[in-house]
Structures are given as structure tokens and as C-alpha cells.
């Protein structure tokens, strides 16, 4: 068992181009982080993973891009401007800041503080509520009348867009609006690389059902969710679904559920899935009038119920890289290799010629190059010995590589070489692009679990 720590997760991203440090060559900026090539292909192939669960292959489902900066009143009536707060801290000793509710989990309150050659106890203030929007002015003038939020959460943006959906579209509840974006949130503590950032992408599902029907399909959706997990390949044994307690769910929830991964950090949470109740409609039909409900063709009206799965790909990504992530000794050397579920996999094939100076190889890897690109992202790679072509596709995730040798000059086979088992069959050139189409079709299991 390889022990994954969120260090060699981090190392392994920088070293080949997932994500990089924001900023750096100023310094940086504490917990921002910029996506590199491979980190960009990873992010996308999530993002399309999880659009084509949840609105491609269903027909209750809808697609949405709402807007990041909504009119102020969105967050009054959301309960954002008052309660979205984390309690915060003080330290007068190190001069750093905590959340009162998480300080076991830092390095304050509890040791001495750890200031070069300075070990006096920490000296916290009283807890504040601290707001975690960021605030930004819409137009030139900067008077209250001005601010606005950079949105802390997707799911406003839904809400207010029922009407439109529901009355313009037609849709009858149960249906969902969907949509992935930006958010943003000032943490306090923000740290263990991607997991908690203030910058995210998430991706967010409301689904507006009649009152009666909300608890089947919390139940529903909290399975459906933890199925698309298992079906990319996450090990069961690194998965759980934890209830949350009625203390410590927020404001607007009737009934909460997360779905945790075993991080290097301890379980955490994934993803979660609520039971908004009618809270978000209501609130929003009261402080805009204009009233947000379903109306029966006999003109019953009801405020819908919304269950709501929500996820950022930052999680998604972190927890996928973990469960990926394997150390090995083959052939006597070391093997970093990263298990991916091959349709997250940033790059689907390498294609190597294995001697570059070969004009008839590079001929022929040219052309199997441009026959499979018209379909998937496939890498050339003609740098170095094939070993060393080989080990760093292992590390970015690539299941197969196609070789072209002497061999294929004469009879025109390739070998392919499978990731996880390493093994290696030889191919007909000419069937390449349909055995990839099949083999990205089969289902996948992490050879660890
Ligand atoms: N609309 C409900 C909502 O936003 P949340 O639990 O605050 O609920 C939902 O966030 C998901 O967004 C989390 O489960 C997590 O995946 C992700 N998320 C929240 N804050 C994050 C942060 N600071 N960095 C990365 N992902 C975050």
C-alpha cells in the first residue's frame, strides 16, 4: 500500500504540469492555485463526466450559466449577508487568524506558539463572526448603494431563475437545473492544496419536487451521487455517506448528508447533498414578489421542495488524484503511477515511435497521431528512451500507449501497452482507433480495490 500524502499529491502536480502555485513569481497568493495542461484536461473530463450524468442522459434535467455578480438583494434574501459567517480568531501572539470552531486542526490555542526562537502561549481573542463573501462595486461610484458579492455559492443563481424555467420552459417538478461555475469565498483558513480555496468551481443541482416526494428524493440523490463516484472507479472502502446532525446543519436545510472521502487529511467532506426545503423559494418570492411556485393545471399551487447535490471539481479532483495515486518498484525501479479511471485520465493514449531518428516510424506515429486526435487527446511523445516515455505517462494517468517499432514497418502492428497491468499485446495499425473505442467503453475498476 503506497502511503499518499498531500505532499507527494502536490509535488507530483507541480512536477508534471497539473497545477501550479498562483502568482509565484510575485510570491504568491496564500491558497490560490493556477491549472497547468494536464490539470486543465483533468478539470474538463470532470466537469463533462458529471454534465453527462446529470443533464445528457436524463429528461428531467436542465442546463443553466447564471451570473457570478447578482443583484445584492439575491444574498439578503438567501440569509448570506447575515448568517454565510464562520466564527473567527485571533491569535495576539503569532499574529495569525483561526476559526474558533476548527482550532484543533491548527497549529494555535492549543501549543505554544511556534515563531522562530518565540515559545509563548497563544493569546486568542473573543470569536467574531466573520463574513465569508467577498465584497466588489459594481459601476464607478463607491457608496453603499455600489456593493456587491462575488457569489459564495452556484445555487442563487438557480433559484432565481425558476420562473423562467419552470413557467417558460415548462417544466413540471420533479425536475433539476444544473449548472457548474465559479465561486468564491474569503476562508479563513484556506490550506491542504486544492481541498479548501477561495476561488472553486462548483457544480451545483437543484431539484424542485412536490413537497410530499422531498424525502425519497434525498434519498435518491444521495445514491444516485455516490453511484457516479463508484462508477469512476472510486474505491468503495474510501467513501462514506455521513448524516448530519440538526446542530450542524445550515440555515436552510431540513436534512443534510455528506459524502466524505478518506483524504491523506482524515474523512472529509466531498460532496453534499441537501434538503433545502422550500426555504430558497420562499425567501426569494417574499423579498422580490414575484412569487416563485408551481401551479397545477386544476390551479393547485405549491411552493416546491429542492434537493440539492453540490460538489466542487477542486474536491473532485483532489480526491481523485489520492485514489489514484501509486508508488511501485518494476523491474527493480521506482514507478510513480497515477490509476485514473480512463475517462478522467487527462491524456487517452501516448504514441510512440520507438526510434525517433526513424523517418518511417515518425511517419507512421504522425499519422496514427492525427487519425486519433480527431477523437480523443493523444500525446506524441518522441523524448528519450521508451522507458522514460513510459514512466512519465504512468505519472500523468495515460491507460495505454501505442509503440511503433521495427516490427510495425514490416507487418504493420503496434504494440499497446495497458498502465495498470503493464501488459503488452500487439494490434493491427489500421484497428487502433476502434480497439481504443472499445477499450474506453469497458468498465474500469482501480486495480487497489
Ligand atoms: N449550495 C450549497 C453549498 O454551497 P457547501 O457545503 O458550502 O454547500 C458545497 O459547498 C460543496 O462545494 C462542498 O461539498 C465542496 O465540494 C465545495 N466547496 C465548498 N467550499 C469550498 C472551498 N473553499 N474550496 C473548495 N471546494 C469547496
Redesign the pocket.
Known amino acids: 500500500m503506497t502511503d499518499v500524502t498531500m505532499d507527494k499529491i502536490v509535488s507530483l502536480c507541480r512536477r508534471r504540469g497539473f497545477v501550479f502555485p498562483s502568482s509565484e513569481i510575485y510570491g504568491g497568493l496564500g491558497s490560490t492555485f493556477d491549472y497547468g495542461h494536464y490539470g486543465v484536461l483533468m478539470k474538463n473530463n470532470i466537469r463533462s463526466l458529471w454534465f453527462r450524468s446529470m443533464v445528457q442522459e436524463r429528461d428531467d434535467m436542465v442546463a443553466l450559466d447564471s451570473a457570478v455578480i447578482l443583484n445584492p438583494s439575491v444574498w439578503e434574501a438567501s440569509g448570506h449577508v447575515a448568517g454565510f459567517t464562520d466564527p473567527l480568531v485571533d491569535c495576539r501572539t503569532c499574529k495569525l487568524r483561526f476559526r474558533a470552531d476548527k482550532l484543533e486542526d491548527s497549529q494555535c490555542g492549543r501549543r505554544p506558539s511556534n515563531r522562530p526562537g518565540e515559545f509563548r502561549e497563544c493569546d486568542l481573542t473573543e470569536a467574531r463572526q466573520f463574513n465569508l463573501m467577498f465584497e466588489t462595486q459594481v459601476g464607478a461610484l463607491e457608496d453603499a448603494s455600489s456593493t456587491a458579492y462575488l457569489r ?4 442563487q443563481g438557480i433559484f432565481i431563475n425558476f420562473k423562467n424555467v419552470a413557467q417558460l420552459a415548462r417544466r413540471k417538478p420533479p425536475f433539476g437545473i444544473a449548472q457548474t461555475g465559479k ?1 468564491f ?1 474569503n ?1 479563513i483558513t ?1 490550506g491542504n492544496f ?5 476561488e ?1 468551481e ?1 457544480m ?1 443541482m437543484e431539484y424542485f419536487v412536490p413537497p410530499a416526494d422531498a424525502q425519497r428524493w434525498y434519498e435518491y440523490w444521495i445514491e444516485q451521487r455516490l453511484n457516479w463516484y463508484l462508477d469512476l472507479g472510486v474505491r468503495r472502502s474510501m467513501l462514506r455517506v455521513r448524516e448530519h446532525s440538526a446542530e450542524e446543519r ?1 440555515h436552510y436545510s431540513s436534512g443534510t448528508s ?1 459524502i466524505e472521502y478518506d483524504f491523506p487529511i482524515g474523512w472529509q ?4 447533498v ?1 434538503n433545502r426545503g422550500d426555504f430558497d423559494l420562499t425567501q426569494h418570492s417574499q423579498h422580490s414578489g414575484t412569487k416563485l411556485e408551481w401551479v397545477e393545471q386544476d390551479g393547485t399551487r405549491y411552493t416546491p421542495h429542492v434537493i ?1 447535490p ?3 471539481i ?3 479532483f483532489v480526491a481523485m488524484l489520492c485514489d489514484a495515486y501509486h508508488e511501485e518498484v518494476v523491474a527493480e525501479r521506482d514507478r510513480t503511477v497515477l490509476r485514473l479511471h480512463p475517462a478522467v485520465a487527462p491524456v487517452k493514449a501516448a504514441i510512440l515511435p520507438l526510434i525517433p531518428r526513424n523517418d518511417e516510424m515518425v511517419a507512421r506515429s504522425r499519422k496514427l497521431l492525427d487519425e486519433l486526435r480527431e477523437r480523443w487527446l493523444v500525446e506524441y511523445d518522441d523524448g528519450g528512451q521508451i522507458g522514460r516515455r513510459y514512466r512519465r505517462q504512468d505519472e500523468i494517468g495515460t491507460p495505454w500507449a501505442f509503440t511503433i517499432d521495427e516490427q510495425t514497418l514490416e507487418d504493420e502492428t503496434v504494440t499497446v501497452r495497458d498502465r495498470d497491468s503493464l501488459a503488452q499485446e500487439r494490434l493491427p495499425l489500421s484497428g487502433v482507433a476502434a480497439w481504443l473505442a472499445d477499450a474506453l467503453r469497458r468498465p474500469w475498476q482501480s486495480p487497489a480495490a
Do not use: C
Not at 152 to 155: I, M, S
Not at 194 to 198: E, G, P, S, W
Not at 269 to 272: A, I, Y
Open positions: 459564495p455559492e452556484t445555487a465561486s469565498r476562508e484556506p486544492l481541498f479548501r480555496v477561495r472553486f462548483q451545483e445550515s455528506d467532506e466531498l460532496e453534499g441537501a440539492e453540490a460538489v466542487s477542486e474536491r473532485i
